[in-house]
């Protein structure tokens, strides 16, 4: 676990204003959300390296390209606002049983509810951009979802920073508010920046699970010999190993490629190339390596 050091300015400025124990609900109420979020991230047998807290809130760091599994990524991403829902629901079934102080349960509650509502915003890092990219990548794949995600987040970034100047100088919203709108910014275009590496931490991470089980999954697909590498890249996402059949019109297949000799080659070739070039000079297969087992076909 590990804090921001603008966080400890926040922190400051509660203290000095005579409202600590407020910070310590607010960042009570993190806490818990991260760690629904780490919770089901283990269940899914994901690793939680650390996490981090900002002034916006925390991020859950897992190891491995989660991106590329967009219903693991939607259901991690669910689990914070929806323990936050449920923290808030609990704390209204006590109060109004006349259990807590009100004032105090109230509050507890509206940060909940905050914390929700705010994290379900459509924007990366946010937990509602996640879920958007998720049921994006179902049908534009994991990059082009991603990048249409982080011009809708910057753009959002930039109107909760406009609209944070225009409020604190009117006297009607926090300071802190623009700074929110500048972190959505600054994260969402690291979340773009970090998805580019997301096929070949997939590789890396597959190989890795190929040595040490000998046998894994398999899905072939069928795509033409003049599309690019960068296509194919484009549509990697989930835990079976994809397996590339390179189709030539009127001569059939000239060729077969797995996603971890396709990282390779686009690394060596560039990704702009076409993938009869990644097939060529003698790495071309037929079948896939013993072990593998193909479940089904699709063609592009």
């Known amino acids: 676990m590990t804090v921001n050091p603008l966080l400890l300015l926040v922190v400051a400025a509660y203290a000095y204003a005579g409202a600590f124990i407020d910070w310590a609900t607010v960042f009570a109420c993190l806490i818990l959300h991260e760690l629904a979020h780490a919770a089901v991230a283990s269940g899914f047998g994901l690793r939680v390296l650390e996490i981090e807290f900002t002034p916006i ?92 995600v982080v011009r809708l987040s910057i753009a959002l970034g930039w109107l909760v920073a406009a609209g944070g100047v225009a409020g604190a100088v009117a006297g009607l919203l926090n300071p802190v508010v623009p700074a929110v709108g500048i972190f959505i910014v600054l994260g969402a275009r690291r979340e773009g920046r970090a998805a580019g590496f997301s096929p070949l931490r997939s590789a890396v991470r597959k190989r890795a699970a190929f040595e040490e089980a000998g046998t894994m999954r398999a899905r072939v697909i069928a795509v033409h010999e003049g599309v690019p590498i960068r296509r194919v890249l484009d549509m990697l996402s989930g835990s079976d190993l994809l397996i590339i059949s390179v189709l030539a019109p009127g001569r059939g297949e000239i060729g077969r490629i797995n996603e971890m000799e396709l990282v390779e080659r686009a690394l060596e070739l560039g990704v702009d190339v076409p993938l009869r070039a990644a097939v060529s000079g003698g790495r071309s297969r037929s079948s896939g390596p013993s072990g593998w087992r193909n479940e089904g076909e699709e063609h592009y």
């Open 57 to 148: 809130g925390g991020v859950a760091r897992l190891d491995g390209p989660i991106e590329l599994e967009p219903e693991v990524e939607a259901a991690v991403a669910m689990a914070g606002p929806m323990n936050s829902l449920v923290l808030a629901g609990i704390a209204y079934m006590l109060l109004r049983s006349g259990i807590g102080r009100g004032e105090r349960a109230e509050f507890f509650i509206a940060i909940n509810l905050a914390l929700a509502v705010f994290n379900l915003l459509p924007a990366l890092p946010l937990d509602g951009g996640r879920i958007l990219r998720a049921l994006l990548a179902e049908r534009l794949g994991v990059a082009q979802a991603t990048a249409r």
